[in-house]
């Protein structure tokens, strides 16, 4: 059980980075007014996901999913255990 444990801690700080790292809609659309929100000001009027964009959300996808299943894997092994 210690070593889903981990998995789960690893997988989190990972999902933790890949969303910090991500483009927020606000900063992708501002552009249109003007404003930024994390990145500052934005420069295009109109901003399509980027190839890195794409993948980091694909990526972020699937460790999401490896969470919840680890996440669902421990919630059943914590009730067996009672």
């Not at 552009?31 to 500052?40: F, K, V």
Request: a positive charge; aromatic letters at 8%; zero cysteines.
């Amino acid at each position: 059980m210690w070593f889903l444990q981990t998995i789960q801690v690893l997988v989190s700080l990972l999902l933790i980075g890949l969303i910090l790292v991500q483009t927020t809609r606000a900063e992708g659309a501002g552009g249109l007014m003007g404003m930024g929100t994390i990145g500052g000001q934005t420069r295009a009027a109109f901003k399509t996901r980027s190839g890195f964009e794409e993948h980091i959300g694909r990526i972020t996808a699937w460790v999401a999913s490896v969470w919840l299943v680890v996440s669902a894997i421990l919630s059943v092994l914590f009730l067996m255990r009672r």
